[in-house]
């Protein structure tokens, strides 16, 4: 089976960063996109950011483009996302999500979010003001 280790959430001041990291087992990078997803109170899930494996393609919304940056170490199979200049509305569980699709696919269509193949626990990014 599919599974997925999300760590590197913490607290961090308004301007801050920090490093997610999503540890994959299960799958092969190439089958799959790999990234991330979160979720603020009261919110759906928002696709933020996805690496393709085969194509070696990337996805960013506009509320994280130029702030965030995926990349994929395949010896490790592990997904990191370099999150800086962090805002208090980036405030979220993010969860790590792997899915077949292109990258970009369920990522940026709130109504495919349902069908991300598999999932990983989420980790909590606290933003101060």
């Known amino acids: 089976d599919v599974q997925l280790q999300a760590s590197g959430g913490g607290l961090v001041q308004a301007g801050g960063s920090l490093r997610l990291s999503c540890v994959a087992s299960?799958?092969?990078?190439?089958?799959?996109?790999v990234g991330w997803f979160r979720q603020a109170p009261g919110k759906e899930h928002e696709g933020i950011s996805c690496i393709s494996g085969r194509e070696r393609n990337k996805y960013y919304p506009d509320s994280v483009k130029g702030r965030f940056t995926i990349w994929s170490d395949n010896a490790k199979n592990t997904v990191y996302l370099q999150m800086n200049g962090l805002k208090p509305e980036d405030t979220a569980v993010y969860y790590c999500a792997a899915d077949p699709l292109p990258c970009g696919s369920s990522w940026s269509n709130p109504l495919l979010v349902k069908y991300v193949a598999a999932w990983g626990q989420g980790t909590q990014v606290t933003v101060s003001s």
């Open positions: 299960g799958f092969s990078f190439d089958d799959y996109a």
